[in-house]
């Protein structure tokens, strides 16, 4: 397969020292390759968010990051790129947008002044002319009189409107690469299938790779190439959306799609597996999911599992070792 767009290799985010050191982040490495969406799923807490921030450089001081990790972008490292080289990245290259639109939008600013000076941190355009790109942006996303708009403070917006904003935005920067975390929960169904919309429309015609974060099977479901479980820090199973669909293979996963929402309620959090994540001062030499998992052995509770290929999929199971 040609060169990905992006290669996350052997990140691990830590925080606390000594006894108390927490690894929330434990060696994931995953790539996205042009034009395709890598959906990335697992419970609250199993280290999505941080895996997305890492990208960038947007973690938390107090976090510490493994020495060996790496993201590699566009045949550069961005980890060790200088400050001045990942503001390039960051304002035409990688748009990243939240589930709360709300904490990247400027409260004291215009939708305006800050959608064309996202514009012009991106391409070198006269404040008119990024005026003009601004308009054709909120027209595109399907925002009723752009021109009002234009206009008026973040607060003057509903929560639908905000974050048709981030992605008129990102559709104006023209990235390579959009990290979507959990960028409809807060939203309605209706507004939720036309973000959805929109961001398969970018995709098509745009090139537009994307990261998409979520704990719904079904929206990953209506929008993965291929799928990422991680679960306590680590990545647990991966693989095309088919197979994972079809043929899960981590006791997790199949959990997971066990517990897919029902049609009639609008989002429901994946934690409705028996148990609950391992603690960090819990040994590390042995399977994470061991306490909740049917299928646990001896083997399970004396060793860490490996990734293990299983039809074209990896999943982290001693089930598919010689050694079961
Ligand atoms: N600043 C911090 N200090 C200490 N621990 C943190 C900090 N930020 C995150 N963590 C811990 O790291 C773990 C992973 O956090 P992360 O935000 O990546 O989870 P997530 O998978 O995005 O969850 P959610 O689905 O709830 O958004 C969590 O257990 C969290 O408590
Ligand atoms: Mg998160």
């Known amino acids: ?8 290799s052997d990140l691990s985010i830590s925080f606390g020292g000594g006894a108390g050191e927490l690894r929330a982040v434990d060696r994931v490495s995953l790539a996205v390759h042009r034009s395709e969406v890598l959906c990335l ?28 990790s790496e ?18 990245v960051r304002a035409s290259d990688i748009a990243i947008i939240f589930q709360d639109p709300a904490s990247s939008l400027n409260p004291t600013q215009t939708i305006s002044r800050q959608l064309t000076d996202a514009i012009r941190q991106g391409q070198k355009i006269s404040r008119r002319k990024a005026q003009a790109a601004a308009l054709a942006a909120l027209s595109e996303v399907g925002i009723p009189s752009p021109e009002l ?13 905000k974050q048709r904003i981030m992605i008129a935005m990102t559709l ?12 409809t929960t807060s939203l309605d169904v209706t507004v939720q299938a036309q973000i959805l919309h929109l961001l398969h429309r970018l ?27 991680m679960y306590a820090g680590q990545v647990v199973e991966h693989g095309g959306a088919r197979g994972v669909f079809h043929r899960p293979a981590h006791p997790y996963t199949q959990g997971l799609l066990r517990s ?10 994946l934690n409705v597996i028996e148990g609950s994540v391992p603690l960090p001062g819990q040994p590390a030499s042995m399977c994470r999911f061991a306490e909740r998992c049917g299928f646990c052995r001896p083997l399970c509770r004396s060793a860490a599992p490996p990734l293990t290929e299983r039809d074209g999929a990896f999943a982290r199971c001693f089930r598919y070792t010689e050694e079961w």
Request: proline content about 7%; glycine content about 8%; some cysteine.
């Open 149 to 161: 708009r234009l206009k008026e403070y973040p607060h003057q917006l509903s929560g639908g409107m």
């Open 260 to 269: 897919v929402p029902r049609p009639d309620r609008k989002y429901e959090r």
């Open 203 to 229: 995709r098509r015609e745009q090139g537009t790779a994307i990261l998409f974060i979520t704990h719904d099977m079904g929206v990953v479901a209506q929008m993965a190439d291929r799928v990422l479980v």
């Open 41 to 68: 799923v697992g419970e609250s807490g199993c280290g999505k968010t941080l895996t997305a921030l890492a990208i960038l450089r947007l973690l938390p001081p107090e976090a510490r990051l493994g020495a060996e």
């Open 172 to 183: 104006a920067k023209q990235p390579s690469l959009l990290i979507a975390d959990e960028p």
């Open 71 to 88: 993201v590699r972008f566009g045949g550069r490292d961005l980890l060790r790129l200088p400050e001045r080289e990942l503001d390039k």
């Open 1 to 8: 397969m040609a060169e990905a767009l992006l290669q996350i």
